[in-house]
Nanobody
Framework: QVQPVESGGGLVQAGGSLILSCATS????????MGWYRQAPGKQRELVAG???????NYADSVKGRFTISRDNAKNTVYLLMTSLKPEDTAVYYC?????????WGQGTQVTVSS
């Protein structure tokens, strides 16, 4: 089972970019489909980007064309490149496995986009 630790969030102006990282401990990282999720205040957590064990990706419509998910299996790490950021992207971002049984959630990393 993997345990994620997210980092890389911060305060950025609209139109700016950030790169989030998710380092995982535990075993078996390379076999898991991984995803980046976010939760804005007062809203449910949502999946914004996913990547399979073989590197196929998919994105929520709200971030398609602006966010890029990638993984480095040698480093047990997942990344999220976020560009053209909008105020509505403000949220706590988490990474986790994609599927019916997520691993325990990490602390997440706060992303705040100012207008």
């Amino acid at each position: 089972q993997v345990q994620p630790v997210e980092s890389g969030g911060g305060l950025v102006q609209a139109g700016g970019s950030l790169i989030l990282s998710c380092a995982t401990s535990g075993s078996g990282f390379s076999i898991y489909a991984m995803g980046w999720y976010r939760q804005a205040p007062g809203k449910q957590r949502e999946l914004v980007a996913g990547i399979t064990s073989r590197g196929s990706t998919n994105y929520a419509d709200s971030v398609k064309g602006r966010f890029t998910i990638s993984r480095d299996n040698a480093k047990n790490t997942v990344y999220l490149l976020m560009t053209s950021l909008k105020p509505e992207d403000t949220a706590v971002y988490y990474c986790n496995t994609v599927g019916p049984a997520p691993v325990p959630w990490g602390q997440g990393t706060q992303v705040t986009v100012s207008s």
